[in-house]
């Protein structure tokens, strides 16, 4: 996400790929609940992946506000969408990856000469991870 300030009460925010102009208070929720998702998957080898696939799924609930003729995301429609999408902390994904060989699959690992994973095992444990959201 990058932002780009107008002026004092709106800025202008690019998630993935997409321009919202977005009132100040808005863009500071959803960048500390874009920051605490990114912490949960910090230690994912494939955190990049899986952050840009959120990243996509935020900005399609942004478009689909935008859609009802509403031209700038309100700190209310940050709300919404944190309500639609959910909160996921730490403890619950580290607990899960210890009972789920696919999840286990994404969390680095110590060894560098670990094969890479099985393009269905990431499939599955990237399912899983986005389960814990929606």
């Not at 500390?32 to 990049?48: G, K, P, T, W």
């Not at 840009?52 to 209310?76: H, M, W, Y």
């Not at 009972?99 to 994404?106: H, K, S, Y």
């Amino acid at each position: 996400m990058k932002s780009f300030k107008n002026n004092k009460e709106q800025i202008s925010i690019c998630i993935s790929g997409v321009i919202f102009h977005c009132e100040h208070d808005a863009s500071m929720i959803l960048t500390a609940y874009l920051d605490e998702v990114r912490s949960c998957f910090a230690n994912f080898r494939e955190r990049e992946v899986i952050l840009s696939d959120f990243e996509s799924k935020v900005s399609e609930v942004f478009l689909e506000t935008l859609n009802n003729g509403q031209q700038l995301i309100l700190a209310e429609d940050v709300r919404t969408m944190i309500q639609r999408l959910g909160h996921i902390d730490k403890e619950t994904l580290e607990e899960s990856a210890d009972t789920d060989d696919n999840l286990d699959e994404l969390l680095l690992i110590e060894d560098t000469k670990k094969k890479p994973q099985s393009p269905s095992k990431f499939t599955n444990a990237l399912n899983f991870a986005f389960s814990l959201f929606f």
